[in-house]
């Protein structure tokens, strides 16, 4: 996903934890950071992906992945 997005390693581990069940809560709780910075990286992730929502952006991720 880094190479294909361009992501940072950060926002790399939370598109990988957006990939499973879990809300942007639990993810950025999981990763040790604030739901702010997690909300940041978010909407680094919308950007880059050229998505708008999460479902949209776990549906182009998993597209991605799976060439």
Do not use: Y
């Amino acid at each position: 996903m880094r190479t294909a997005w361009g992501l940072t390693p950060a926002e790399s581990r939370l598109a990988a934890l957006m990939l499973k069940p879990m809300s942007l809560q639990d993810a950025s709780r999981h990763l040790g950071i604030s739901i702010e910075t997690g909300r940041t990286h978010l909407k680094a992730l919308f950007a880059k992906t050229q998505t708008n929502r999460q479902a949209e952006l776990v549906i182009r991720l998993l597209a991605t992945a799976h060439r």
